[in-house]
């Protein structure tokens, strides 16, 4: 099994952030716009098309507002991994800033290096969005 894990610094209150990464089904507006094309909700399941065409169905086990977290499962879509486990979650860093911890447990291996890529780029669209002040357009 591949484990991967991203973390990142936020320059923006956990609050802000966390309620970005709550909103589990305008990620691909409020998240990764851009990286994500389209996101929608089949009950528990949420759909998500990326901009490189890949779709994926995945199943929300959890939402925490408490420990800012959520997890999530991909059960579907055109990309198939035999397991596939990620957790994202948001740690306040002071006042004004945030920690970013993502993980991703997933096998066959071989797929290690394709959703390495897709977190080290979601990651950088995150970020950017984040920290991208809101404005009445956003």
Do not use: C
């Given at each position: 099994?591949a ?9 923006s209150?956990?609050d ?6 709550r ?9 990764v716009?851009?990286f994500?094309?389209?996101t929608?909700?089949e ?12 779709v994926v169905?995945?199943?929300?086990v959890?939402?925490d507002?408490?420990?800012?977290r ?9 990309l ?22 993502w993980?991703?447990?997933?096998t ?22 984040l920290?991208?002040?809101a404005?009445?357009?956003?």
């Amino acid at each position: 099994m591949a484990h991967i894990h991203k973390e990142f610094l936020v320059e923006s209150a956990p609050d802000n952030v966390w309620a970005a990464v709550r909103d589990v089904g305008e990620i691909h507006r409020r998240l990764v716009p851009g990286f994500v094309t389209d996101t929608h909700l089949e009950a528990d399941i949420r759909v998500v098309t990326f901009a490189n065409g890949v779709v994926v169905h995945e199943l929300l086990v959890d939402i925490d507002d408490e420990a800012r977290r959520v997890a999530y499962a991909v059960v579907g879509g055109s990309l198939a991994p035999r397991h596939h486990h990620a957790s994202m979650q948001v740690f306040a860093d002071g006042e004004k800033h945030s920690r970013f911890v993502w993980i991703t447990d997933v096998t066959p291996h071989d797929l290690a290096g394709p959703i390495a890529e897709m977190v080290d780029q979601g990651a950088l669209v995150m970020k950017q969005t984040l920290e991208t002040p809101a404005t009445p357009d956003n």
